[in-house]
């Protein structure tokens, strides 16, 4: 976790505003730095405790749950649907080195919530980076519905694309499809039905589908307009 670390740790550094805070960090870096039982102690009691500051709650997590110590489980979880994507990217690092079976329904429960899919993208990752048996079925359901007109959330979309792609499970082919009749997901559908030995299906898409390819006809013509306009 050496470089992911050193990138939190600078990133926490400029946040601090005290004294205090700083005080504070380095008691953190050198618990990290122990990496001793009585340690891990002292950071899972900063998870529960009242009134401390976010950094600190993400620091002690990301420490324990890169160590596996389960504990960390709740508030990685809580970060990695956090308004901002450099602490749910952390997260979902941290939660990719966790083994907990718990990990990856939570995952797929923020992937597929409507209400957050702004903050879906690393979700959508990390069930792609666990490969568990929710993540196709929650990549499918979160592409297919983004898959409408004027979406603004395609880079979510794009990272089910490359997902179920990478995934390699043919359960995504009508989703991947119905994909190529958008223009900001269609190269990358195509790679990904490519990938699952159906890039012939994917060519009669582009070309305006046939009365098989139900997913892509209800997707509308690739002329129309775009699921993934801003």
């Given at each position: 976790?050496?470089?992911?670390?050193?990138?939190?740790?600078?990133?926490?550094?400029?946040?601090?505003?005290?004294?205090?805070?700083?005080?504070?960090?380095?008691?953190?870096?050198?618990?990290?730095?122990?990496?001793?039982?009585?340690?891990?102690?002292?950071?899972?009691?900063?998870?529960?405790?009242?009134?401390?500051?976010?950094?600190?709650?993400?620091?002690?997590?990301?420490?324990?749950?890169?160590?596996?110590?389960?504990?960390?489980?709740?508030?990685?979880?809580?970060?990695?649907?956090?308004?901002?994507?450099?602490?749910?990217?952390?997260?979902?690092?941290?939660?990719?080195?966790?083994?907990?079976?718990?990990?990856?329904?939570?995952?797929?429960?923020?992937?597929t919530n409507?209400?957050?899919?702004?903050?879906?993208?690393?979700?959508?990752?990390?069930?792609?980076?666990?490969?568990?048996?929710?993540?196709?079925?929650?990549?499918?359901?979160t592409l297919?519905?983004?898959?409408?007109?004027?979406?603004?959330?395609?880079?979510?979309?794009?990272?089910?694309?490359?997902?179920?792609?990478?995934?390699?499970?043919?359960?995504?082919?009508?989703?991947?499809?119905?994909?190529?009749?958008?223009?900001?997901?269609?190269?990358?559908?195509?790679?990904?039905?490519?990938?699952?030995?159906?890039?012939?299906?994917?060519?009669?898409?582009?070309?305006?589908?046939?009365?098989?390819?139900g997913a892509?006809?209800?997707?509308?013509?690739?002329?129309?307009?775009?699921?993934?306009?801003?």
């Amino acid at each position: 976790m050496e470089d992911e670390f050193h990138e939190l740790t600078d990133r926490v550094r400029a946040e601090l505003r005290s004294p205090q805070d700083l005080v504070a960090y380095e008691r953190l870096l050198g618990l990290a730095r122990k990496n001793t039982p009585a340690g891990r102690e002292e950071l899972a009691r900063m998870l529960v405790a009242v009134e401390r500051p976010l950094w600190a709650r993400e620091i002690a997590a990301f420490i324990l749950g890169c160590a596996g110590d389960k504990r960390a489980f709740e508030t990685l979880v809580l970060l990695l649907n956090y308004r901002e994507p450099v602490r749910c990217a952390t997260a979902a690092h941290a939660l990719g080195k966790l083994g907990d079976p718990r990990t990856a329904r939570a995952a797929a429960a923020l992937a597929t919530n409507p209400l957050r899919t702004a903050y879906a993208l690393h979700p959508v990752r990390l069930l792609v980076e666990l490969r568990a048996p929710q993540s196709v079925p929650a990549l499918i359901a979160t592409l297919e519905r983004l898959l409408i007109p004027h979406n603004p959330y395609w880079r979510v979309a794009l990272a089910c694309v490359e997902g179920l792609g990478a995934l390699g499970d043919r359960r995504a082919v009508p989703a991947l499809t119905a994909a190529t009749a958008h223009p900001r997901l269609a190269a990358a559908a195509a790679a990904s039905l490519a990938r699952l030995g159906v890039h012939e299906d994917a060519t009669r898409t582009a070309g305006g589908g046939t009365p098989g390819d139900g997913a892509a006809a209800d997707a509308g013509p690739r002329g129309g307009p775009s699921a993934d306009a801003p």
